[in-house]
């Protein structure tokens, strides 16, 4: 599925993704938005004690995917397919795009149009039950109008995750998509950096950027997620972010 870009009044250039209100991985989610608050970026990111490392990986993903959704939102108007005939990060680096599926053959593309191939892409994956499962969350929403005691409920989720057919309810494959995903999104953050810093100063979003792309680096570097050959396009910057936090 395809979106039409829409309007900077809109903040954002994807539907936003929501985490079932309620559930586990939307709890997780206020943990990490009530320790981001605290300024602290490298504890925000760790794994909060007792979780499971999947959950928190797909909990951020999810996030840093709405994050970047509205930062490039903002900046729609800017990267258009004059302003920005190739998808780049600087004069060195230049991004072709292939999905493995749709489109197995890298092809050669505006900015705009390859971050909506990638956008789509990733909201696709994030769609995916098999990937990024939500029935934990559903089972908890539809439970908890019974009024059955917290114990009694957290033993009965405890038994659903248990009798998933794998075990857990992630399949084997999900830290591969999830450092795919990622690594695009890097991409994004690269491209916004590189050539269209200037608008974003304009429009007074600079500090909002600067913190959401350190948030995202911490993570990633915290979980080894990215390989750092990635991560060159901004590798000056990314020292820089690092170095100020020590």
Same mark, same amino acid.
């Given at each position: 599925?395809?979106?039409?870009?829409?309007?900077?009044?809109?903040?954002? &250039?994807?539907?936003?993704?929501?985490?079932?209100?309620?559930?586990?991985?939307?709890?997780?989610?206020?943990?990490?938005?009530?320790?981001?608050?605290?300024?602290?970026? #490298?504890?925000? %990111?760790?794994?909060?004690?007792?979780?499971?490392?999947?959950? =928190?990986?797909?909990?951020?993903?999810?996030?840093?995917?709405?994050?970047?959704?509205?930062?490039?939102?903002?900046?729609?108007?800017?990267?258009?397919?004059?302003?920005?005939? %190739?998808?780049?990060?600087?004069?060195?680096?230049?991004?072709? =795009?292939?999905?493995?599926?749709?489109?197995?053959?890298?092809?050669?593309?505006?900015?705009?149009?390859?971050?909506?191939?990638?956008?789509? =892409? %990733?909201?696709?994956?994030?769609?995916?039950?098999?990937?990024?499962?939500?029935?934990?969350?559903?089972?908890?929403? #539809?439970?908890?109008?019974?009024?059955?005691?917290?114990?009694?409920?957290?033993?009965?989720?405890?038994?659903?995750?248990?009798?998933?057919?794998?075990?857990?309810?992630?399949?084997?494959?999900?830290?591969? %998509?999830?450092?795919?995903?990622?690594?695009?999104? &890097?991409?994004?953050?690269?491209?916004?950096?590189?050539?269209? &810093?200037?608008?974003?100063?304009?429009?007074?979003?600079?500090?909002?950027?600067?913190?959401?792309?350190?948030?995202?680096?911490?993570?990633?570097?915290?979980?080894?997620?990215?390989?750092?050959?990635?991560?060159?396009?901004?590798?000056?910057?990314?020292?820089?972010?690092?170095?100020?936090? #020590?």
């Amino acid at each position: 599925m395809s979106f039409l870009f829409g309007s900077r009044s809109s903040k954002t &250039f994807k539907p936003k993704k929501n985490l079932p209100e309620g559930s586990h991985q939307y709890e997780l989610l206020k943990h990490a938005e009530a320790t981001l608050g605290s300024g602290n970026l #490298r504890q925000a %990111v760790m794994l909060p004690e007792g979780e499971d490392l999947n959950e =928190w990986i797909a909990v951020n993903t999810v996030d840093f995917f709405n994050q970047i959704n509205m930062l490039y939102g903002t900046i729609t108007e800017f990267c258009t397919e004059s302003n920005c005939a %190739v998808m780049s990060a600087g004069p060195r680096y230049e991004y072709h =795009w292939a999905d493995g599926t749709n489109i197995k053959k890298p092809i050669k593309c505006s900015a705009p149009k390859y971050i909506d191939y990638l956008m789509t =892409w %990733v909201q696709d994956q994030l769609d995916d039950e098999t990937l990024f499962p939500s029935k934990i969350g559903e089972l908890y929403q #539809r439970l908890k109008p019974l009024k059955i005691p917290l114990s009694h409920l957290l033993l009965i989720l405890h038994i659903r995750l248990a009798s998933h057919s794998t075990g857990v309810p992630f399949p084997k494959n999900f830290m591969s %998509v999830a450092k795919t995903i990622l690594k695009r999104l &890097f991409r994004v953050y690269a491209h916004i950096y590189h050539q269209h &810093f200037d608008s974003v100063i304009q429009l007074q979003e600079e500090a909002h950027l600067n913190t959401s792309f350190k948030h995202f680096i911490f993570f990633v570097q915290e979980f080894n997620l990215i390989d750092r050959r990635e991560l060159a396009p901004l590798q000056d910057l990314i020292e820089k972010l690092g170095s100020k936090d #020590r």
